[in-house]
């Protein structure tokens, strides 16, 4: 019998707050971390999704001695410093940082290649700084790394070496992203709008979140989602469009379900990836309906964060998370017209549920796709 692997906290750092409790209470209002920004000198605004960097100052001043980090590795600090408090470190306990950029801003008007800049030399800072007696992992995979960092965990605790792990996810909103996601032409000019008719790009977002996962859940527990089962699926479409046919995304939610041994009526919510292009919403929506998910309740949380790369699926996954806890399912925003192809049920406004079933998904660039079905217990 295989061992059984659980989700028993998390927290996180956005723009609607650095707790979850604010954050939910945000969302349930509807509101939005999207907004205007100059993020290139210059340069037109962009709609992106920001955290306050005076804010996030003075909450790390507040909590930590030492202010020799950068605003990356403060965000990853605080997201993780209240699961630390509360679950103990050991020789059998993994540390797994998701991340696609990293500190990235290190290397504006540099010469040379600063050594924070590596994504081991990171996620061992960040190890260092709370002490965790293990190898630190690093899961960058495009923006499946949130979601595929979950499944690194259970696969680690399973193999027996590892008792609990600590996830966390992060990424900052850059001059190098945005300037990225702009040469692809994927930005849009407005609010993002998932799954819409009127839908012209995403919203870049940054934020960090953090889970524990462990075999050996406590009586005392608030809650416990069990990871049931996950699949990670590369379509080698192209270098950043995905499968007009949705193959890799179908494979990965079928081999997660099939893991996890539910079927598509026993699924009660889908925390989409969304991104609002139009050929990722497409391929969501065709691969969705190959697996006879069309009528699964279903949101994309982009137009609340924007698309908030590695931290996105770890993130997004937390929010599904204390939706099936609140029996509370939220509304994609922005979402008025459908602009897919094959039908989908998007959620339009706050909708009560109870949910035992949640399957959360992600694509990236390079034909990247994962998928995790979470068990409320």
Same mark, same amino acid.
């Given at each position: 019998?295989?061992?059984?692997?659980?989700?028993?906290?998390?927290?996180?750092?956005?723009?609607? #707050? %650095?707790?979850?409790?604010?954050?939910?209470?945000?969302?349930?209002?509807?509101?939005?971390?999207?907004?205007?920004?100059?993020?290139?000198?210059?340069?037109?605004?962009?709609?992106?999704?920001?955290?306050?960097?005076?804010?996030?100052?003075?909450?790390?001043?507040?909590?930590?001695?030492?202010?020799?980090?950068?605003?990356?590795?403060?965000? %990853?600090?605080?997201?993780?410093?209240?699961?630390?408090?509360?679950?103990?470190?050991?020789?059998?306990?993994? =540390?797994?940082?998701?991340?696609?950029?990293?500190?990235?801003?290190?290397?504006? /008007?540099? *010469?040379?290649?600063?050594?924070?800049?590596?994504?081991?030399?990171?996620?061992?800072?960040?190890?260092?700084?709370?002490?965790?007696?293990?190898?630190?992992?690093?899961?960058?995979?495009?923006?499946?790394?949130?979601?595929?960092?979950?499944?690194?965990?259970? @696969?680690?605790?399973?193999?027996?070496?590892?008792?609990?792990?600590?996830?966390?996810?992060?990424?900052?909103?850059?001059?190098?992203?945005?300037? +990225?996601?702009?040469?692809?032409?994927?930005? $849009?000019?407005?609010?993002?709008?998932?799954?819409?008719? /009127?839908?012209?790009?995403?919203?870049?977002?940054?934020?960090?979140?953090?889970?524990?996962?462990? @075999?050996?859940?406590?009586?005392?527990?608030?809650?416990? =989602?069990?990871?049931?089962?996950?699949?990670?699926?590369?379509?080698?479409?192209?270098?950043?469009?995905? @499968?007009?046919?949705?193959? $890799?995304?179908?494979?990965?939610?079928?081999?997660?379900?099939?893991?996890? +041994?539910? *079927?598509?009526?026993?699924? +009660?919510?889908?925390?989409?990836? #969304? *991104?609002?292009?139009?050929?990722?919403?497409?391929?969501?929506?065709?691969?969705? /309906?190959?697996?006879?998910?069309?009528?699964?309740?279903?949101?994309?949380?982009?137009?609340?964060? $924007?698309?908030?790369? #590695?931290?996105? +699926?770890?993130?997004?996954?937390?929010?599904?998370?204390?939706?099936?806890?609140?029996? &509370?399912?939220?509304?994609?925003?922005? %979402?008025?017209?459908? $602009?897919?192809?094959?039908?989908?049920? &998007?959620? *339009?406004?706050?909708?009560?549920?109870?949910?035992?079933?949640?399957?959360?998904?992600?694509?990236? %660039?390079? #034909?990247?796709?994962?998928?995790?079905?979470?068990?409320?217990?």
């Amino acid at each position: 019998m295989k061992k059984e692997i659980y989700i028993t906290d998390y927290s996180c750092v956005t723009p609607l #707050g %650095f707790d979850v409790s604010s954050n939910w209470n945000h969302l349930l209002e509807g509101q939005s971390g999207v907004a205007l920004h100059t993020i290139i000198e210059n340069q037109e605004a962009f709609y992106a999704s920001i955290i306050d960097t005076e804010k996030l100052n003075e909450e790390f001043k507040n909590k930590f001695d030492s202010q020799h980090f950068t605003r990356l590795e403060k965000m %990853f600090l605080l997201s993780l410093q209240p699961l630390v408090e509360k679950h103990k470190i050991t020789e059998e306990t993994a =540390f797994i940082l998701s991340t696609t950029k990293g500190n990235i801003s290190l290397l504006k /008007n540099q *010469t040379e290649l600063p050594e924070g800049v590596y994504l081991s030399k990171l996620a061992q800072k960040i190890a260092d700084t709370f002490g965790f007696k293990t190898k630190p992992v690093v899961v960058s995979n495009a923006c499946v790394s949130g979601v595929m960092a979950i499944a690194v965990a259970k @696969s680690m605790i399973r193999t027996g070496k590892y008792k609990d792990a600590f996830v966390i996810a992060g990424d900052e909103v850059s001059e190098f992203v945005i300037s +990225g996601f702009n040469s692809f032409q994927a930005i $849009g000019t407005e609010p993002c709008k998932p799954y819409d008719q /009127n839908r012209n790009g995403i919203n870049i977002g940054e934020a960090a979140a953090a889970v524990y996962i462990t @075999s050996e859940p406590k009586e005392n527990e608030n809650f416990r =989602f069990k990871i049931l089962g996950d699949s990670a699926v590369n379509d080698a479409n192209h270098i950043s469009g995905p @499968s007009r046919t949705g193959d $890799g995304l179908y494979a990965s939610i079928r081999n997660a379900m099939t893991e996890a +041994g539910v *079927t598509p009526e026993q699924i +009660g919510f889908i925390s989409a990836h #969304g *991104t609002a292009t139009p050929y990722n919403d497409e391929m969501e929506a065709i691969a969705f /309906n190959r697996m006879d998910l069309q009528q699964v309740p279903l949101n994309s949380m982009k137009g609340y964060y $924007g698309h908030c790369l #590695g931290a996105s +699926g770890l993130l997004e996954s937390i929010i599904s998370m204390e939706s099936a806890r609140h029996e &509370i399912l939220i509304p994609s925003k922005n %979402f008025e017209e459908p $602009g897919v192809s094959q039908p989908l049920n &998007i959620i *339009t406004e706050n909708q009560p549920a109870a949910v035992k079933y949640i399957l959360k998904t992600a694509s990236g %660039f390079g #034909g990247c796709n994962a998928a995790v079905v979470l068990e409320k217990c």
